[in-house]
């Protein structure tokens, strides 16, 4: 099982949708959680992170993380062609002094 | 302010042969993580480095190296390169430990033939 699980997808939703991505994480000892988005041939761009249990809103991106459940989401609303992209997943541990990935999902909005 | 910088950004290489890649992180960090990914897969964990001081290592060979500069420039070495170290190796700045906000550079692409 790997540490940070995420749907491959594809997902595809509309312009203007909501689109809903998803992680699970195996290491109780995280404490800092972040999504990446990357566009196909370039490096990870920071988009969100989240430290406590809840919501983080930012412009169109909300942040959930739930560590009980060991779960954190991401909700981008009024879908844009231009959020077309793989979204990683990351969880940091500090005293590990690392952070684990997840393999992404390719999220595609269409006009 | 500028961003992470890498170099080089392309770099082909042959089988059994040794690569040096280098990153400078954004000023005022002193952390740098060294990451590959390859394709269809996230970033995989290689290094990271605070202070000059290797703080975490991921599951990769010894053939594998990294030292960090006073300047906190870093540089991840390669000897003995096999056709699966083809792929894009990323540094990423933070101020201080790994696991915290990091901050990408643009990439190494490696191809090994």
């Known amino acids: 099982q790997k540490e940070v699980e995420q749907n491959s997808g594809p997902l595809s939703v509309p312009e203007g949708a909501i689109a809903s991505l998803n992680c699970t994480y195996s290491?109780?000892?995280?404490?800092?959680f972040f999504w990446y988005r990357q566009y196909s041939g370039k490096s990870p761009e920071l988009i969100m992170f989240i430290y406590s249990n809840g919501d983080k809103e930012d412009g169109r991106f909300t942040a959930q993380l739930n560590k009980a459940s060991q779960y954190v989401s991401l909700l981008i609303r009024d879908s844009q062609p231009s959020d077309s992209a793989t979204y990683l997943c990351a969880v940091g541990n500090t005293n590990a002094g690392k952070s684990t990935f997840g393999d992404g999902t390719t999220l595609t909005v269409k006009p | 302010d500028a961003g992470v910088t890498q170099s080089p950004t392309h770099l082909i290489k042959t089988r059994g042969q040794q690569v040096t890649l280098r990153c400078s992180p954004i000023s005022g960090h002193k952390s740098v993580s060294w990451y590959q990914q390859v394709l269809g897969q996230g970033p995989q964990f290689i290094f990271q480095?605070?202070?000059?001081?290797?703080?975490g290592r991921g599951n990769f060979p010894d053939r594998f190296s990294a030292r960090q500069f006073p300047n906190y420039s870093s540089e991840l070495n390669v000897n003995a390169l096999l056709l699966g170290d083809s792929a894009l190796y990323l540094c990423?700045?933070?101020?201080?430990?790994?696991?915290?906000?990091?901050?990408f550079g643009p990439g190494t692409r490696l191809l090994v033939l």
């Open positions: 990423a700045s933070s101020l201080r430990r790994g696991g915290e906000t990091q901050y």
């Open positions: 290491d109780r000892g995280s404490q800092s």
């Open positions: 480095y605070y202070e000059k001081e290797e703080r």
